[in-house]
Each structure stands twice: as structure tokens, then as C-alpha cells.
């Protein structure tokens, strides 16, 4: 993949991770008995739900362009950066086996980027 179309694949990954911190500011948000205006007018919510739209509509450009086995294990980075962040930015708990984990998922990404 080249430089500029791996750049995009990241923008799609960090979006995708930010999305998933603010689904739970939004849920932190909703009240147990919800009705539909806690749903409609929650700003998180909204925010979420266009950044997804607008990283799905990168991440479609991204597959028209980068083949699927070099493209899609970058997704795994997610698994990394949402603890991450969640634990930075929300102050949720970070644990030593999320970081084993994410550091495989690191290696098999690298390992499959590897594979042209």
C-alpha cells in the first residue's frame, strides 16, 4: 500500500476507535427508561453516528483502491486504541491483558502487512 493510502486506512481506524468512545459518552447518557428524545436530541449520539458515516464512506474509498488482505487487518488496531483511549480520555480501566492482547494484535498486524 502506498504511503498516502495507508495514512487514510489509519484516519479510518482512529475514527472508527473515537466513534466507539463516544457511543459511551452517549450511553452513559441515556436514561435506563429512555424515551425517543433521549435518543434524538443526545449530541454524543449524533456525533458518533455521522463520524461512523463519514469513516465508512473513507473506509469504501480505502477497499476501492488498497486490497482486502493489506486493508482489513488494520482494523485490529482498534482492539488497541478504544482501551486505550477509554482509559486516557474516560478514565476506564486499563488491564495488563487488554495490553498482551493488543501487543498480538500488533504483531499479526505487521506480520500480515508484510505479506505483498
Given at each position: 500500500?502506498?504511503p498516502?493510502?495507508?495514512?487514510?486506512t489509519?484516519?479510518?481506524?482512529?475514527g472508527?476507535?473515537?466513534?466507539?468512545?463516544?457511543f459511551k459518552?452517549?450511553?452513559?447518557?441515556i436514561?435506563a427508561?429512555?424515551g425517543w428524545?433521549?435518543?434524538?436530541?443526545?449530541?454524543?449520539?449524533?456525533?458518533?453516528?455521522a463520524?461512523y458515516g463519514?469513516?465508512?464512506?473513507?473506509?469504501?474509498?480505502?477497499?476501492?483502491?488498497?486490497?482486502l488482505h493489506?486493508?482489513?487487518?488494520?482494523?485490529?488496531?482498534?482492539?488497541v486504541l478504544v482501551?486505550?483511549m477509554?482509559?486516557m480520555l474516560l478514565?476506564?480501566?486499563l488491564h495488563?491483558q487488554?495490553?498482551?492482547g493488543g501487543a498480538?494484535?500488533?504483531?499479526?498486524?505487521?506480520?500480515?502487512?508484510?505479506a505483498?
Open positions: 500500500m502506498t498516502a493510502l495507508t495514512l487514510m489509519l484516519v479510518c481506524v482512529v472508527i476507535s473515537l466513534g466507539q468512545l463516544l459518552k452517549a450511553a452513559l447518557l436514561p427508561h429512555a428524545r433521549d435518543w434524538a436530541f443526545n449530541g454524543w449520539l449524533i456525533t458518533a453516528l463520524l463519514a469513516t465508512t464512506l473513507l473506509w469504501i474509498w480505502v477497499l476501492r483502491t488498497a486490497p493489506l486493508a482489513y487487518p488494520f482494523m485490529g488496531l482498534a482492539f482501551p486505550v477509554g482509559w478514565r476506564e480501566p495488563l487488554t495490553l498482551l498480538l494484535i500488533l504483531a499479526g498486524i505487521t506480520l500480515a502487512a508484510r505483498q
